[in-house]
């Protein structure tokens, strides 16, 4: 399960068996989990996240979105 990023007290990360699905990323923080699409950023899944939240996230995994992308075809692709 590797970690991708720390930001904001969210943690980014993937899971080692998921290459077969399209790029995504993981994140979570105390009770709340979320899975977000990437190219284009959509979110895919929540729970116990708030629309406020979830607004933040969706900002956060643009921002990052490259480093998420290079980080996955870097552990994916190999």
């Known amino acids: 399960?590797?970690?991708?990023l720390r930001a904001e007290g969210f943690?980014?990360?993937?899971?080692?068996?998921?290459?077969q699905e399209p790029p995504h990323i993981h994140v979570e923080k105390q009770d709340g989990y979320?899975?977000?699409w990437l190219?284009?950023?959509r979110l895919a899944y929540s729970?116990?996240?708030?629309a406020l939240t979830l607004n933040k996230l969706h900002s956060?995994?643009?921002?990052h979105e490259s480093l998420f992308l290079e980080k996955w075809n870097e552990y994916f692709t190999v």
Not at 1 to 4: A, N
Not at 11 to 19: K, P, Q
Not at 47 to 50: E, I, L, S, V
């Open 11 to 19: 943690r980014f990360f993937f899971f080692s068996n998921e290459g």
């Open 47 to 50: 729970k116990g996240f708030n």
């Open 34 to 36: 979320g899975k977000f």
């Open 39 to 41: 190219n284009p950023v």
């Open 1 to 4: 399960m590797p970690t991708v």
């Open 60 to 63: 956060l995994v643009r921002e």
